[in-house]
């Protein structure tokens, strides 16, 4: 079955980085676009960031653009997301996303905290 497993998140003070994975089982991980998205209390989960199957193309949501940069490794089966410039808006849990031929799969999602 389909599994998604993120890592990496944690507490780090504003204008710190951190770099998110999500390593990926159950399917065939370079056939598919893979994303991240966030959820921070109170607020609807929101689409971060999203990258072809061969990782020749990435969109990014506005707040986040310039500052973090997703990537894959289809050699691992595993999906980055290299977060720099952190601030507590970023506060959220992240999760890893893949939508393939039979059904939307999500990881159990890792906390990311920017707070000093």
């Known amino acids: 079955q389909v599994q998604l497993v993120e890592s990496g998140g944690g507490l780090v003070q504003p204008g710190g980085s951190l770099r998110l994975s999500c390593a990926a089982s159950?399917?065939?991980?370079?056939?598919?676009?893979m994303s991240w998205y966030r959820q921070a209390p109170g607020k609807e989960r929101e689409l971060v960031a999203t990258?072809?199957?061969?990782?020749?193309?990435?969109n990014y949501a506005d707040s986040v653009k310039g500052r973090f940069t997703i990537s894959r490794d289809n050699a691992k089966n595993t999906v980055y997301l290299q977060m720099n410039s952190l601030t507590p808006e970023d506060t959220a849990v992240y999760y890893c996303?893949?939508?393939?031929?039979?059904?939307?799969?999500w990881g159990q999602g890792t906390q990311v905290t920017v707070s000093s």
């Open positions: 996303n893949t939508r393939t031929r039979w059904g939307n799969y």
């Open positions: 159950g399917f065939t991980f370079s056939s598919y676009a």
């Open positions: 990258i072809t199957s061969t990782g020749g193309s990435t």
